[in-house]
């Protein structure tokens, strides 16, 4: 098994990765379709949110022209500001994972395509921001930056090279955008990816729990 404990900073993703947060997007977009009179999308079409931003989403799984797609981004994050944002839960041993990275003195980072106003606001919820020296995310009025850039800013405001840090991520998108800088990404399994397209785009190793985490990144395991 690769080890990555010489990694000095941790990224983290946030959705499928830190938390569960599918609960909180599934309600923000079947609010919008109510609102907008439309018929409501099936989970399969849903889980496809998962990853970008929300607005080529809309564009590309659902047809929305500008217009359409600007009218829908509003209303998803009406409901995801009030309702959403809490409507999530933290994966089961993470926060020791968070307190074992922290106890060995590594710089951990949140690296997500969430507009950073909301990722702060549901690490403040869970508990967990005192563990993050660094919340990278996008900007809520534009959201077109490639999770590449997502991920070197983290490591810029973590004052670390890219190759001194590593990224945890569920899907090819944290994938791809690890690689676009030259960072190695950890593709976690309980996850919103699957292993296949976790090893096609380039996972320089895969975990199927906090415990296989703590191994690769700390050496050791969560009792």
């Not at 010489?6 to 959705?15: A, H, P, R, S």
């Not at 609960?23 to 018929?39: K, S, V």
């Not at 004052?159 to 990224?167: A, E, I, M, S």
């Amino acid at each position: 098994m690769r080890s990555f404990v010489e990694k000095k900073g941790i990224l983290f993703d946030l959705d499928g990765t830190l938390v569960d947060s599918k609960p909180g997007i599934f309600g923000a977009i079947r609010y919008t379709f109510r609102e907008l009179q439309l018929p409501q999308l099936s989970e399969e079409e849903m889980d496809r949110f998962i990853g970008p931003s929300i607005g080529s989403s809309f564009r590309s799984i659902c047809g929305f022209s500008d217009e359409q797609t600007q009218k829908a981004i509003t209303l998803f994050r009406t409901y995801y500001r009030e309702k959403g944002l809490f409507e999530c839960e933290v994966y089961p041993g993470m926060t020791d994972l968070l307190r074992e990275l922290k106890a060995e003195n590594r710089k951990v980072a949140l690296s997500t395509k969430k507009p950073e106003v909301f990722a702060k606001k549901i690490l403040e919820n869970k508990g967990l921001l005192p563990y993050f020296d660094a919340v990278s995310g996008a900007d809520y009025a534009d959201q077109s930056e490639h999770k590449g850039y997502i991920i070197r800013k983290a490591a810029d405001l973590l004052g670390l090279p890219v190759g001194d840090c590593v990224l945890l991520g569920d899907t090819r998108f944290d994938c791809i955008g690890a690689s676009m800088v030259g960072m190695d990404c950890i593709g976690v399994l309980y996850g919103y990816g699957t292993w296949q397209e976790l090893c096609d785009n380039g996972a320089a190793a895969l975990a199927e729990n906090m415990r296989e985490l703590s191994a690769l990144l700390c050496g050791g395991l969560i009792q």
